[in-house]
Nanobody, 127 residues
Framework: VQLVESGGGLVQAGGSLRLSCAAS????????MAWFRQAPGKEREFVAA???????????DSLDAVKDRFTVSGDSAKNTVSLQMVNLSPDDTAVYYC??????????????????WGQGTQVTVSS
């Protein structure tokens, strides 16, 4: 399975961007999908995730620093996940990676649990 991200770019501080990620196939469902980011010189960090407990129930998790500004959403049937980002700041500048797995994770922040990763999309926020 390949994950393809889109929607990155350059935006001024206070602006908005929407990142999208789609899996290359729907042979099986990806129950947990997430976004991570990596800024220059820093380690990759968790941003937000969504987990489908069943067809009608899902759970979210997000980094405290983005909780009030970023919203994760997705479609489990289509294996897609999006990240709506508003009120962006230069501190949000990073390469954003989509991650996904067929597994059901109680703890969604651990990068090593995800089997599938996108190539990343650059988000640059100018001051």
């Amino acid at each position: 399975v390949q994950l393809v991200e889109s929607g990155g770019g350059l935006v001024q501080a206070g602006g908005s961007l929407r990142l999208s990620c789609a899996a290359s196939e729907n042979t099986f469902r990806l129950l947990t999908m997430a976004w991570f980011r990596q800024a220059p010189g820093k380690e990759r960090e968790f941003v937000a995730a969504i987990r489908w407990n069943n067809a009608f129930d899902y759970a979210f998790d997000s980094l405290d620093a983005v909780k009030d500004r970023f919203t994760v959403s997705g479609d489990s049937a289509k294996n897609t996940v999006s990240l709506q980002m508003v009120n962006l700041s230069p501190d949000d500048t990073a390469v954003y990676y989509c991650a996904a797995d067929r597994g059901f994770f109680p703890y969604m922040r651990e990068a090593r649990l995800y089997d599938y990763w996108g190539q990343g999309t650059q988000v640059t926020v100018s001051s």
